[in-house]
């Protein structure tokens, strides 16, 4: 699969120039200045970062580049040192997780964070309006309102129909294979009918099979004008259906554009992707992208 092919005659970055930090025609997602240090180390220092509506970019780099970190500073699970940044227009920076989904941006976590003691079906529930992350406690205790309840199960029924998970969906989500665990969080993700979603490796320890319905996903998404803004290392995944590739390196945007773009600047290649096959599978299990 070549991204010509995937992409054939849809040049969705209309002009883009391919410069770090380059301005796009309509962005969804324009951030400024966003830093964050860990003692003396600056894990995140972008400069400026845009992202094209309607789109899936690609975020790459190497292990500890900083990725998951501005994952979690732009969705709000993670305090910035500085910077601004707007979603549809909006300032959103300072803004909680579930503010932040709210807002219409989502994401999921590099470990998935499916709670593997309650069923398939609760846990999509779980991602509905209002039930998010850090009020689950709350979420259980609180009288749920039955009109509300039955839309949100309706809505979690249609969405593990589309991700072939409707059959467990009585099942505890422990019981699920690791790649089934990750269309979980993603189809969870969904939930609130977000226009971004951001997907921290979302195809890292899944077997092939379940890799191809994992990218059939991302470009459905698209497809229903999603802008969809994923991590991923393998190269060949990322060439096949990427319209627009962002290089992180020590917490910089270094390189910016098209596949083709990025498949011809070697100096990206050697030396910041060149030894990304073999760590790939070592960043799926060993690095802890929820911090
Ligand atoms: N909570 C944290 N405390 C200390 N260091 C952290 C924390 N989170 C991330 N880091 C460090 O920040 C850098 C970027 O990490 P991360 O964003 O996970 O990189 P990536 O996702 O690109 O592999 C790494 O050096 C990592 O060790
Ligand atoms: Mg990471």
Redesign the pocket.
């Known amino acids: 699969m070549s991204s010509d092919e995937t992409n054939a005659g849809v040049d969705r970055m209309a002009g883009a120039e391919p410069v770090p930090g380059s301005a796009k025609s309509d962005p969804i997602l324009v951030a400024d200045g966003v830093r964050r240090s ?2 003396g ?1 600056r ?2 220092d972008v400069e400026h970062l845009e992202v094209q509506r309607g789109t899936i970019t690609a975020l790459i ?10 994952f ?1 500073l732009l969705t709000g699970f ?1 305090r910035v040192d500085g910077g601004r940044w707007t979603f549809e227009g909006r300032a959103v920076n300072g803004r909680r997780g579930h503010q932040v989904a709210r807002a219409g941006m989502v994401r999921t976590f ?1 470990l998935t964070k499916a709670l593997t003691r309650m069923t398939v079906l609760d846990n999509m529930l779980l991602g509905a309006p209002g039930q998010f992350g850090e009020r689950m406690a709350g979420a259980f205790l609180r009288p749920v309102w039955q009109g509300q309840e039955r839309l949100n199960t309706e809505r979690a029924l249609d969405l593990l129909e589309r991700f072939k998970l409707v059959d467990k969906r009585h099942e505890l989500a422990g019981a699920l294979s690791g790649g089934q665990r990750k269309l979980l969080e993603m189809a969870r993700s969904l939930m609130t009918d977000p226009t971004m979603i951001m997907l ?1 490796e979302p195809m890292a320890g899944v077997n092939p099979a379940l890799v191809q319905s994992l990218l059939g996903h991302i470009t459905s998404l698209r497809d229903d004008g999603k802008t969809v803004l994923f ?1 991923e290392h393998d190269m060949d995944v990322i060439m096949g259906i990427s319209d627009w590739i962002v290089v ?1 390196a020590q ?1 910089q945007v270094i390189a910016e554009g098209r596949p083709s773009d990025i498949r011809s600047n070697r100096q990206v290649i050697d030396a910041y992707l060149g030894a990304q096959e073999e760590s790939s599978e070592a ?1 799926g299990s060993g ?3 929820q ?1």
């Open positions: 860990f003692g180390l894990a995140v780099g190497p292990n500890g580049a900083g990725k998951s970190t501005l979690n993670d590099q921290d991590v992180l917490g960043a690095d802890d992208g911090r």
